[in-house]
């Protein structure tokens, strides 16, 4: 930021009102500090991708109706229906990667002819899945499977798939799908922090060979789906509140402690919100061994978090800026090592941004007679 103090300045002397606004709309925040950072108005086309869901009625016609997914969440149904309409025709045996409940399952189940397998490692998960596909007769079988097992075995003739599947989970089924050639797989990511690995590890060879800059951490990986767009209002504002408390409850133990460190504090419970601020900061002394004077003057210290949150919104206005294309960034990854592999692959969108953030597509197809590239990982 040091380097670019007009854009330090425009963040700064926005307003509450235009900061939440920008929140969500990285497109115009772009637009705005491109006059600082003029490569920024190429925001718009960098992270704009092609539209894969089909028109409003097929989208309706794939999604399982209410009263055959009596336990699946409204937006899950949804995005289930998403995914699947935008996969249409589906001409091969399923496999559902990470299944869960077998929502995906289900839905795919109902718009092939083929059967629909899915691989979870949590037994509760696979005996309800299992228990509700037998209920409504359709054609879903789902076994308890670790898809991060060493002897997993994946038949070849299937088309994968996997919805929200998280971090290694998806990158296991890009590099196994790929060498058991399976004539298709198609996967919506997310979660690409949830790795064993220390930096993300390039699938590509192509990205490596031109001069992969670019080692995101955990931390940075996180920052491709630090979003809230489908959080309800009610709860953006709690969440918002507790930020104020916590960075209040910062400064009021370095002022207790004498050192300029923060401290990490727990999770705090929203229901407790009700009982303020004061309640907040003695629950955090608590936790952390802190004695707090009796005359602490809690509104001094509730008064600096709400003007210290009101900073770093700003500046995490800026950092948010490369949320979407550091996730492009990885799903293109993704897509080359695929390429690479022998699929022609199509990446896009398959529902909006309100129905989930994470709402992009890789949708890859064997192509005939071609031979994988080696891949060094297992
Ligand atoms: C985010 S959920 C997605 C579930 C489902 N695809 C959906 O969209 O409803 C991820 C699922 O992966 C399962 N999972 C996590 N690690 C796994 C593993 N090593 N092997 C198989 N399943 C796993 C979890 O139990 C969970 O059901």
Known sequence: ???????????????????????????????????????????????????????LAE????TLPEVRAPDMP????????????????????????????????RTLAAQSRESVAGYEWNPRLVADGNRIAAHFGDSVQIRCQDVMAHNLSIPGDIHGVALHACGDLHRQLLRQGASASLPRISLSPCCYHQTSEGCYQTLSKRTV?????????????????RETVTAPARVREQGL?????????????????GMDQYITVPPYSPRLIRDGFPAFCRWAAAEKQLRLPE??????????GVRRCAEVRRYELIRHLFRRPLELWLVL?????????????????????SLTPRNLLLDAVRVCGTQPARHSRP
Not at 13 to 38: F, H, M, N, Q, W
Not at 59 to 62: R, T
Not at 241 to 257: N, T
Request: hydrophobic share 40%.
């Open 59 to 62: 989208v309706s016609a794939a």
């Open 295 to 304: 005359d602490t003057d809690f509104d001094r210290w509730l008064a600096f």
């Open 333 to 353: 990854d993704y897509a080359v090592f695929l390429e690479e592999q022998g699929y022609s692959v199509r990446l896009g969108h398959f529902c909006s941004r």
């Open 241 to 257: 509140e507790l930020h104020r408390w916590r960075l209040g409850f910062d400064g009021l133990q370095r002022h207790l402690r």
């Open 74 to 105: 409204g937006r899950k149904r949804e995005q289930a229906g998403a995914f699947a309409a935008a996969l249409k025709p589906l001409q091969k045996p399923i496999l559902d990667w990470c299944s869960g409940k077998g929502h995906l399952s």
């Open 209 to 225: 060979a031109y001069g992969n800059r670019l080692l995101p951490d955990r931390g940075d990986l996180r920052l491709a789906v």
């Open 1 to 55: 930021m040091q380097n670019y103090p007009g854009l330090e300045c425009m963040v700064r002397e926005l307003t509450d009102a235009e900061c939440t606004e920008l929140v969500d709309a990285p497109g115009a925040l772009a637009i705005k500090a491109s006059r600082y950072v003029p490569e920024l108005a190429l925001y718009g086309q960098m992270v704009n991708l092609p539209e894969l869901s089909p028109a």
